[in-house]
C-alpha cells in the first residue's frame, strides 16, 4: 500500500478506536459503582519507536485514547509505562498498544522496515540508591 493511503488508513483506524474507547468508558462511568468494570493496572510495554516524533505520537496517542495513559518512557530500554484502566490481562494490553504502534510506524514511516522490540523486560536498577558501604 502506498505511502499518503497507510497514513490515511491509520488515522480511519484510530478514529475508530477512540470513539469505541470514549463509548466504554463512558458507558462503564454511568454504571452504579457495584457494577463498574474498571480494573486499573501499571504495565511495561515493548516499543518499536525510535526517533523523537515517534515516541512522542505514540504517547499522545496512548493518553488520548479513554482509558488509557502513559506515564512514563524509557527510551534506553525501548518500554513504555502505560497505565490501563480496564486491564483484563497484560498481554491483551500490550498487544492492543502494540498494535497501535505498528499501525502508526506503518503510517508514519514512507518505508516501514522491521519493527523490533526487545523480547526480555531489562532489569532497571534506580541510579540515585546508595552504594553498599556508603552512610546516608
Known amino acids: 500500500m502506498m505511502w499518503p ?10 478514529a475508530k478506536e477512540f470513539f469505541l474507547a470514549n463509548l466504554y468508558v463512558t458507558l462503564d462511568v454511568l454504571r452504579p ?3 463498574m468494570k474498571t480494573n486499573p493496572a501499571i504495565i511495561a ?9 515517534e515516541w512522542t505520537l505514540i504517547s499522545c496517542l496512548i493518553t488520548l ?7 512514563s518512557i524509557s527510551r534506553e ?6 497505565h490501563g484502566m480496564f486491564v483484563d490481562s497484560r498481554e491483551q494490553l500490550v498487544a492492543e498498544i502494540q498494535e497501535m504502534e505498528n499501525r502508526m510506524l506503518r ?8 519493527l523490533a522490540r526487545p523480547i526480555q523486560a531489562p532489569v532497571v536498577v534506580p541510579s540515585d540508591l546508595p552504594e553498599e558501604g556508603d552512610q546516608q
Open 45 to 53: 510495554v515493548p516499543a518499536a519507536s525510535v526517533s523523537n516524533t
Open 107 to 114: 503510517a508514519l514511516r514512507r518505508v516501514p522496515g522491521e
Open 65 to 71: 485514547t479513554p482509558g488509557t495513559l502513559t506515564l
Open 33 to 35: 459503582k457495584k457494577r
Open 77 to 82: 530500554h525501548k518500554i513504555l509505562y502505560v
Open 5 to 14: 493511503l497507510r497514513f490515511i488508513s491509520f488515522w480511519l483506524w484510530y
